[in-house]
């Protein structure tokens, strides 16, 4: 919801930013089912990746993993992700993503950057 907030009012959102978050998760819930090949209401790994790739972000294997860990849902058991978790990945790697194109000026995939830098980039997405 911080996305979409009224400044103003930080815990409300209007009609306008309703419409624009429905229409958002109506978008990534698109792009889930894509990617559910099985149909089980999970993403696996391997689907993860390509769905993440499918909207623009090159993952590596390893990240993959970690956020496979963080947001596993535990319930399934196989290390597999639901709608919802899916959702609140794909936003982390979206807006961390957005935030080094910021400090990667010439998209070359490096920049420079103070850890004062690097923590004002990270502490937002990893303290709710």
């Known amino acids: 919801m911080f996305l ?3 400044p103003r009012n930080p815990s409300k ?5 309703f419409a624009a978050l429905w229409k958002c998760l109506g ?3 698109g792009v889930f089912e894509r990617f559910d ?3 089980s209401g999970e993403i696996d790994s391997a689907e993860l990746k ?9 993952v590596p294997p390893s ?7 963080k947001y596993n849902d535990e319930r399934g058991g196989r290390g597999s992700l639901n709608f919802d978790s899916f959702v609140e990945c794909g936003t982390i790697v979206k807006g961390l993503t957005e ?5 990667d000026k010439r998209y070359t995939g490096s920049a420079t950057l ?8 990270v502490i937002p997405f990893v303290v709710s």
């Open 114 to 121: 103070t850890y004062d830098d690097f923590m004002l980039m």
């Open 63 to 69: 990240v993959i993993q970690v956020l496979m860990s």
């Open 4 to 6: 979409f907030g009224d």
């Open 13 to 17: 959102i209007g009609p306008t930013e």
């Open 27 to 29: 978008e990534w819930r």
């Open 37 to 39: 090949r099985d149909r």
């Open 50 to 58: 390509d769905a993440l790739l499918s909207l623009g972000y090159a």
């Open 99 to 103: 935030k080094f194109k910021e400090k």
